[in-house]
């Protein structure tokens, strides 16, 4: 027990500031407005970098050296929200032995401010996610999983909203459907309600509180070839969701891909991968009046 607390305050306490990327912006015109949107998924518990093996991944990644490039970006930007779009854990044997705990506790000293739940959150059942809630020093936000009948009732947020440099960002999340994928025993009397019909929903809420930009945090997956709803289709069904920040299919966009529905609304739609090997970096200009201008997005290596 006490090798076991040293190796969790040591990989904490440890994290250094030795990230040394260029990461130079094009300046805000005078009067306006700037706002970064830092973005993971699918981590699985990779705390380390991937092993020095000659792989193709070999001593990237991992959150610790996650946690260099973060604090590098925030001596480098005024205003800026951390997002996380699920499946924090599970994958390494970390997560086997400290069940979340570490995983929490180093998101927190990121400073993250909210993160949705993933279906790998379930490993341990309702028990095991709030048994590490106390860990997390952040939101948990998801919209469409009905916790109400579970010991998870008011655990969950539905949204959340931010205001960063007079600018409010309302966040809502979307969790992909258990039934099927998870264990019953593992997710109880969760009910899972249809992602379209509460993304509309959440839309019409948030645009009801004046949000300057809506974000929604989902753990559907990218794009499927069935009708099985998926962050594109989400971004063609429902409009007023500025940005998708995707998770569950580990999928690499090297580019943003952009969603303009039948509406004529256009949705900018990102996932950077897996195992913290990059870190997705959407930068927005406001004009005075917190109208957008324009974005820049952009997917980090974590070396």
Partial sequence: MKRRDFILKSLITGLGLTYSGNLALA???PGDKRLSILHTNDMHSRIDP???DGGRNANQGGMTKLANLVSRI?????SLLLLDAGDVFQGTPYFNFYGGELEFKLMSKMGYDASTIGNHEFDNGLEGILAQLPNAQFSHICSN????KTILQDKILPYEIFRKNGI???VFGLGIELDGLVGKKNYGNTLYLDPVSIAEEMVSELKSKKCDLIICLSHLGYSYRSGKIDDLKLASAVSGIDLILGGHTHTFLDEPTRVVNAEGFDTIVHQVGTGALRLGKVD?????DNKVKLASVRSLPIY
């Fill in 74 to 78: 925030r001596t480098e930007e005024d």
């Fill in 27 to 29: 300046g805000a015109l």
């Fill in 168 to 170: 409010k960002v309302g």
């Fill in 284 to 288: 927005f200009v406001f004009s005075k």
């Fill in 145 to 148: 999983y009905d916790f109400s």
């Fill in 50 to 52: 991937f092993p020095d």
